[in-house]
């Protein structure tokens, strides 16, 4: 059983930065495929980076340039760090692993954009 807690949310303004993290317990990270995904009102729920194989990463076109996702194996943690941010971030994003067949989430942790 893997479970994710998510931390780091918060309120900023339009281009500022924001570092997301989210500590796993059961699994590494470096074994699993996992990534962020983000859900504004309203909107489907969407991928917005990946990382797998310990470091092979990728990411939505609307956050390329601007949003890292990186792992930190020893603690066993995975970060998203979110710069240059714009009202058109604002939602819920949620950390996510798939291991096994299985698919974990965290509990989300909102982030809001003021413009």
């Known amino acids: 059983q893997v479970q994710l807690v998510e931390s780091g949310g918060g309120l900023v303004q339009a281009g500022g930065s924001l570092r997301l993290s989210c500590a796993a317990s059961?699994?590494?990270?470096?074994?699993?495929?996992s990534g962020w995904y983000r859900q504004a009102p309203g909107t489907p729920r969407e991928m917005v980076a990946s990382?797998?194989?310990?470091?092979?990463?990728a990411y939505a076109d609307s956050v390329k340039g601007r949003f890292t996702v990186s792992l930190d194996n020893a603690k066993n943690t995975m970060y998203l760090q979110l710069n240059s941010l714009k009202p058109e971030d604002t939602a819920v994003y949620y950390c996510?692993?798939?291991?096994?067949?299985?698919?974990?989430w965290g509990q989300g942790t909102q982030v809001t954009v003021s413009s």
């Open positions: 996510h692993s798939q291991s096994l067949g299985n698919d974990y």
């Open positions: 990382i797998y194989g310990g470091g092979v990463t």
């Open positions: 059961g699994r590494p990270f470096r074994v699993m495929f």
